[in-house]
């Protein structure tokens, strides 16, 4: 009695486990956002940082449409000279409206951890070749 008592366990258990497992798959494979990165309009970066202290950038860009959204900053950061540019996910929708005209504003806390002059690059898009623009400014750390 105890062994037909298991076997059912043990097929009720089966079932259960098929049916969680068929439930959680997906058909859908497409991809329900990608990321993207922003060309920066404008930026305001103080002459003079504090070593240790946070610096507050502005940055200014634009979003191709309200599908796009800010996904925080790449960096790539090479000693003293960063690398910027703006992150944003853009959502798969099919009713993506126009957002170009649009400036908008996101502040880069940048945290110096060394003395010195930092060399700032914030990418800005290509030129008509294709190769890619700046925005640079240099800040002196004490």
């Known amino acids: 009695m105890k062994s037909l008592e298991k ?7 089966f079932f259960f486990l098929l049916a969680v497992t068929i439930a ?4 859908d494979d497409t991809e329900k956002s990608q990321e993207f990165l ?3 309009e404008d930026v305001m970066v103080a002459e003079t940082m504090v070593m240790g202290q946070t610096a507050a950038i502005q940055v200014k860009y634009r979003r191709p ?5 800010f996904n925080g ?3 790539d950061s090479d000693g003293y000279n960063q690398t910027i540019s703006v992150r944003a996910l853009k959502f798969n929708e099919s009713n993506c ?3 170009s005209a649009t400036l908008y504003d ?3 806390n940048f945290i110096p951890t060394v003395a010195g002059t930092y060399h700032f690059r ?4 290509p030129d008509a070749n294709g190769a890619p623009t700046y925005i640079e400014f240099d800040s002196v750390v004490e």
């Open 38 to 40: 922003l060309p920066v």
């Open 24 to 27: 959680s798959c997906s058909v």
């Open 7 to 13: 076997l059912k366990m043990r097929k009720l258990l």
């Open 122 to 125: 914030f990418w800005a898009g």
């Open 73 to 75: 900053f790449y960096i």
């Open 65 to 69: 449409s309200d599908c796009h959204v």
């Open 97 to 99: 409206m126009d957002d």
């Open 106 to 108: 996101a502040p880069l």
